[in-house]
């Protein structure tokens, strides 16, 4: 990614029919300023119901912040989807209308199932200038003490504070703390939220979008806050996997040196 | 566009299953000097071997089981457990350092369950850089090189006579190749970009599915001396076919 962001949202698009399926409105998402919107094909939703498998015969259609007209049109689903792509995210810089926009589905396949996508946003009063060019790379793990629903962050006292810049997620076999490290597979149902107190800086993000090597363009973070002790990640799948407890969660972190 | 005028010099760091904890080897060429960012190659096609000895590179999937530790000349920890694969030399993005590093007290630790005795890893490490606002040369020249096996060849022996004379001084290159490669290349001045290898160079071209460089290798204003310019096959024993380009 070439520009920076402060922060991203998750939305579920329930594809309930052929023809056109509305985005819900996200209150949240209202008069901000949208960088780029990713879709992830994940194993799992947060919620219930499953999650798409494939994007072909799907259509975007985005519509401007009043409304009646549409950026976007047709634009295949394809185009959005990160892994096909490369991390080559697909541009917004403007605000926008969910409730207005809408996936034209023409492949019967999808119906049933929903769609994943990831709003990057800007917001200024959240993500500010660099205070300096020295920057720290440190991990964290996060340990997953059950397979489905919450798993709190630990409470990390070095980087309490920092201004993060990135995060960069790997699949070890083994974590530095002897612990067995997800697999690919495993990280396709899980979200993370990284908070600071209730706001949700990055709010239910497919853990596999934190994947950013051999793609061409790389995640930016306009120096984020978070809470580790409000942060966690969430297993999907309403406790039918398993597998998942007794593992870890690698990420490194780079943050501001100060 | 910005690109990076810079030095590549690279080290090996032995591998065995007793110790665990690998510490860097001192390297006076880049000791005391600003290092812009590292680059971590296992084998990732198989077979591939280090340059220096011969010595097979630790297999590219064994790598996650890699973390690297970074300190400054103030002893100060600039990097914990980063995962080697963040380090991989296909990352567009590479996380930078931006510092001058202590080598004889950073190093990379294995946690990991599989024998690692005689292999090894490249660390290479790009410095002194220094941003420049140019964009990327529409002027190309392009070579088609066949290694037989076993041998290595000097690149001027492929350069045209006109090109080597016109006194071009390169900003890039980029290659296409069937089996990897190093490139020793050095300038007329003395700088040195040592053991390149061709996944550095693996520049995107048309459409791929596969893991590319958005932009070809940029080298910054480079008088190669050709004639002190190597190519090395990295897999003993296989011939080598390769397109280079040249932007200059």
Redesign the interface.
């Known amino acids: 990614m070439q520009t920076k962001v402060s922060g991203a949202k998750t939305v579920i698009v329930p594809i309930t029919g052929l023809g056109k399926n509305y985005f819900p409105f996200v209150e949240y998402l209202k008069d901000r300023y949208i960088k780029y919107v990713d879709c992830i094909l994940m194993s799992t939703l947060p919620g219930a119901g499953d999650a798409i498998t494939t994007t072909t015969g799907a259509f975007v259609n985005l519509a401007i912040q009043a409304g009646n007209t549409y950026f976007v049109s047709g634009e295949p689903l394809d185009r959005y989807d990160i892994e096909q792509n490369?991390?080559v995210r697909k541009p917004i810089n403007r605000k926008m209308s969910l409730q207005n926009s809408f996936i034209n589905v023409t492949n019967s396949a999808l119906v049933g199932k929903s769609v994943v996508l990831v709003f990057w946003y800007d917001l200024p009063e959240y993500s500010q200038r660099n205070r300096t060019?020295?920057?720290?790379?440190?991990?964290f793990e996060v340990s997953l003490v059950q397979n489905s629903g919450r798993n709190q962050f630990p409470d990390n006292r070095t980087m309490v504070g920092k201004r993060f810049r990135?995060l960069?997620l790997?699949?070890?076999?083994?974590?530095?703390t002897?612990a067995d490290?997800i697999t690919d597979v495993q990280a396709k149902n899980i979200y993370v939220t990284f908070q600071k107190g209730n706001y949700c800086v990055l709010d239910q993000l497919p853990l596999p979008l934190l994947y950013?090597?051999?793609?061409?363009?790389?995640?930016?973070f306009a120096n984020i806050v978070f809470d580790f002790t409000y942060s966690f990640a969430f297993v999907g799948g309403g406790g039918t996997l398993t597998g998942y407890a007794g593992k870890s969660i690698?990420l490194?972190a780079?943050y501001e040196?100060q | 566009m910005k690109k990076i005028r810079r030095n590549i010099d690279l080290i090996q760091i032995n591998l065995n299953d007793s110790d665990g904890q690998f510490y860097f080897p001192e390297n006076v060429d880049f000791r005391n000097r600003k290092i812009d960012n590292i680059m971590i190659l296992g084998s990732l096609v198989g077979g591939e071997v280090s340059p220096f000895d011969g010595k097979l590179l630790i297999d590219n999937s064994e790598l996650?089981?890699f973390?690297v530790e970074l300190v400054d000349d103030k002893k100060q920890?600039?990097?914990?457990?980063?995962?080697a694969?963040?380090f991989?030399p296909?990352?567009?993005?590479p996380?930078?350092v931006?510092?001058i590093i202590s080598l004889k007290l950073s190093f990379i630790?294995y946690?990991?369950?599989s024998s690692i005795a005689d292999t090894c890893i490249l660390v290479y490490v790009s410095y002194d850089g220094e941003m420049l606002e140019c964009d990327i040369p529409d002027r190309t020249h392009t070579i088609g090189i066949s290694i037989p096996a076993g041998e290595f060849i000097r690149v001027s022996d492929y350069v045209d006579e006109y090109f080597r004379r016109i006194g071009a001084t390169i900003k890039g290159i980029e290659a296409q190749f069937d089996n990897p490669f190093y490139m020793d290349i050095r300038e007329l001045s003395g700088k040195v970009a040592r053991f390149v290898p061709s996944f550095m160079m693996d520049f995107?071209n048309g459409n791929s599915?596969d893991?590319?460089h958005?932009q070809p290798l940029l080298l910054g204003d480079f008088d190669i001396d050709f004639k002190n310019t190597f190519i090395y096959p990295m897999i003993p024993g296989e011939v080598t076919n390769i397109n280079l380009t040249f932007y200059y």
């Open positions: 490369l991390g060019t020295e920057t720290i790379v440190d991990s990135n960069y790997t699949y070890p076999t083994t974590t530095p002897y490290g950013q090597i051999g793609l061409l363009e790389g995640l930016s690698f490194n780079v040196n | 996650s089981n973390y920890v600039l990097q914990q457990n980063v995962n694969t963040n991989w296909y990352m567009n993005s996380i930078t931006g510092s630790k946690i990991g369950s995107i599915s893991a590319k958005t």
